[in-house]
């Protein structure tokens, strides 16, 4: 069986879609699927390490000034040429689509023609996310439409989780869900027996664009210096926000304690996550976040690192029920409320015995390879039908 996978990003792209298809691309090669990965040209200066196995065919794309594929022109750089590639390559037995709606309406166009079936990885509600960045009706409703159209043409949504699927119900996309989860690639999250730091050090990982609200710990991290000197809040990875957020630090006098990098790998990253003394996270309080989960605390988890998470939705239920003492905590989207739970966890650090058994819990419960195996299965389940 012949499956290919449209995706605008992938490794060796830095972001968790990138990890995660990779697991699904792997799962399918291990049941015997040629599998097909139709991607677009890396970052400048990004080293290429592909799946054995597994056909990475890449093509040019339009990226922003943080070399990464995001808005609608960037979107239809990557979307207009895949219409072409899939029309003109071999015939496939199912398509995989990763989003924005734009690239899963051009598949829905092609699978038609094809007569291909094909499945979503649908993470978000895009339709809503977008009334963050705009507040025209004309786009929106048009969003709205293309997306819904998109995803109602498909065999099966694989989506994040339940409160996600319940909200495409509302939104009149009936189409069969089966509510995955998220997790992290254990292979290279871990924790290796690092020692909380002194001065305490917190880590956001990460996308840190409008609807996260990252700029409440820049906020939060001027209390915390107050009893913590030394302290320093560090973000890896990019967004929209990034320049607002230097420009708070700057304001508040506290830019020499807050720091930002590019996006790393994940095994890098695994190693920074493991020495920090926790993780912070955060969702801004808009309503397509109340079905919007922080998929960040999993590598955390993972890497044997406690989080703290401001912000509505899944992410709170989910580490107020963790069946975990040492999971972290949710905290309201409230700049006291962060600085104090910031501030208790630099008073108490993790002991490493504790960061191995968190980490040995997470990897137990929280595993990719679970998820892609899952995907798979009924994947092929619609294949042979």
Wanted: glycine share 8%; charged share 20%; proline share 8%.
């Amino acid at each position: 069986m012949r499956v290919v996978i449209a995706t605008r990003i992938f490794g060796p792209e830095i972001s968790a879609a990138s990890g995660i298809l990779r697991t699904w691309a792997e799962e399918f090669r291990e049941r015997g699927c040629d599998v097909t990965i139709l991607t677009a040209k890396p970052p400048r200066g990004a080293v290429i390490d592909d799946p054995r196995g597994i056909e990475v065919r890449r093509a040019p794309v339009k990226r922003d000034r943080q070399q990464y594929v995001r808005g609608y022109l960037s979107y239809l750089s990557f979307d207009i040429p895949l219409a072409f590639r899939l029309l003109f390559s071999r015939r496939a037995d199912l398509y995989v689509v990763e989003p924005p709606p734009t690239t899963v309406a051009v598949v829905r166009v092609v699978a038609a023609l094809r007569r291909t079936p094909y499945v979503v990885r649908a993470a978000d509600y895009w339709s809503e996310a977008a009334e963050m960045v705009t507040s025209s009706r004309l786009i929106l409703g048009v969003l709205r439409r293309v997306e819904a159209w998109g995803l109602s043409g498909a065999m099966m949504l694989f989506s994040a989780h339940q409160p996600l699927t319940d909200r495409f119900r509302i939104a009149g996309i009936m189409t069969p869900a089966v509510p995955i989860g998220f997790g992290a690639e254990t292979k290279d999250f871990r924790y290796d027996g690092q020692a909380p730091p002194e001065p305490p050090v917190f880590i956001y990982a990460g996308t840190h664009s409008e609807w996260h609200g990252a700029g409440i710990f820049v906020e939060a991290m001027h209390q915390v210096l107050h009893q913590h000197p030394g302290a320093r809040l560090e973000y890896y990875g990019n967004g929209e926000d990034r320049e607002e957020m230097q420009a708070k630090a700057r304001g508040l006098g506290i830019e020499k304690s807050v720091e930002f990098y590019a996006p790393i790998p994940p095994a890098a990253l695994s190693t920074i996550l493991a020495a920090a003394t926790a993780t912070v996270a955060s969702l801004a309080p808009v309503p397509r976040n109340n079905y919007a989960l922080a998929t960040k605390v999993y590598a955390s988890l993972a890497a044997g690192c406690p989080v703290i998470f401001a912000g509505p939705g899944p992410t709170v239920e989910f580490l107020r029920q963790a069946d975990h003492p040492y999971a972290g905590v949710a905290v309201g989207y409230d700049v006291d409320e962060a600085a104090t739970a910031m501030n208790a966890a630099a008073a108490a650090p993790l002991p490493p015995p504790d960061r191995a058994e968190l980490a040995k819990w997470s990897s137990g419960q929280f595993s990719l390879s679970a998820i892609a195996e899952r995907v798979v299965d009924e994947s092929l389940a619609i294949i042979r039908t």
